[in-house]
C-alpha cells in the first residue's frame, strides 16, 4: 500500500514564526504536491513537484515556498505566518504520468494565532 | 480555467436508497477524473478514477460515470450504508498533472 505520511496532525504557530511542514511518501512517487483546503473554497494546489530539486508554482503560492532534496520528501515552509494561513494543509504524491491518481497524507490542521 | 462545480453541497438518505453525487466541469480538455471520499478531519482516499477515453468505471457498490462533451460526471452509490456518511469530492485532471477539485458533497445515510 501506499503510503504518504504527513509530520504533524495539529500545529498551533503565533503570527510571524516560520512553519515547516513536512511530507514523507514510501512508493518511489516522482510527483508530489501540496494543497490547502477551506471550507467552500476546497482543495487548492500551492506548489508541486516533478522531481528532486524541482518545483512549479501551483494556484495559491505567494506566503509559501518549498524544498525537495529527497525523492521521499517535499516540505512546505511558511517564512512568516499568518492568520490567513490558517487552514488544513494536505500533501499527495503520484507516478510521473498523468494518468495516475494522487495519494493523499492524513492533513495537517494548522492554526495561526 | 477548469472549474469544477459539485451539487448538492450535502445531502442525507436513508440507509438502503440508492444515490447520485454530481460533478461538471468547464473545461472538457481533461486527461481523468477521479472521486475520493473525505472524512472528518482526514485525508482524501481516492475511490474510482475514470480516464478522459472511458465512459465509467466500477469498484463494488460504487460506479462513476463521465461525460467530457457535456463536461459532466456522476457517482453512483448503491444501497447505501451509513459507513458511506463521508465528503465525496471530484477532481478534474488537466495540463501537468494538476488537479482541480469541485468543493464536496457531504453525504448523510441514515440508519
Known amino acids: 500500500d501506499v503510503k504518504v505520511t504527513q509530520s504533524s496532525r495539529y500545529l498551533v504557530k503565533r503570527t510571524g514564526e516560520k512553519v515547516f511542514l513536512e511530507c514523507v511518501q514510501d512508493m518511489d512517487h516522482e510527483n508530489m504536491f501540496w494543497y490547502r483546503q477551506d471550507p467552500g473554497l476546497g482543495l487548492r494546489l500551492i506548489y508541486f513537484?516533478?522531481?528532486?530539486?524541482?518545483?512549479e508554482k501551483g494556484d495559491i503560492p505567494e506566503g509559501y515556498s518549498v524544498s525537495r532534496e529527497k525523492k521521499e520528501r517535499f516540505s512546505l515552509i511558511l517564512e512568516s505566518a499568518s492568520t490567513n494561513q490558517t487552514s488544513m494543509y494536505l500533501c499527495?504524491?503520484?507516478?510521473?504520468?498523468?494518468?495516475?491518481?494522487?495519494?493523499f497524507g492524513p492533513g495537517t490542521r494548522l492554526l495561526v494565532l | 480555467k477548469q472549474e469544477v462545480t459539485q451539487i448538492p453541497a450535502a445531502l442525507s438518505v436513508p440507509e438502503g436508497e440508492n444515490l447520485v453525487l454530481n460533478c461538471s466541469f468547464t473545461?472538457?480538455?481533461?486527461?481523468?477524473l477521479q472521486w475520493f471520499r473525505q472524512d472528518p478531519g482526514k485525508g482524501l482516499t481516492s475511490l474510482l478514477l475514470i480516464q478522459s477515453s472511458q465512459r465509467e468505471q466500477t469498484s463494488g457498490r460504487l460506479n462513476a460515470s463521465l461525460d467530457k462533451s457535456s463536461g459532466r460526471s456522476t457517482l453512483y452509490i448503491a444501497a447505501s450504508q451509513p459507513g458511506d456518511s463521508a465528503t465525496y469530492l471530484c477532481?478534474?485532471?488537466?495540463?501537468?498533472?494538476?488537479?482541480?477539485f469541485g468543493t464536496g458533497t457531504r453525504l448523510t445515510v441514515i440508519p
Open positions: 499527495a504524491s503520484s507516478f510521473g504520468t498523468r494518468i495516475e491518481t494522487q495519494y
Open positions: 477532481a478534474a485532471t488537466t495540463g501537468a498533472n494538476n488537479l482541480f
Open positions: 513537484s516533478y522531481d528532486v530539486k524541482m518545483k
Open positions: 473545461d472538457s480538455a481533461i486527461y481523468n
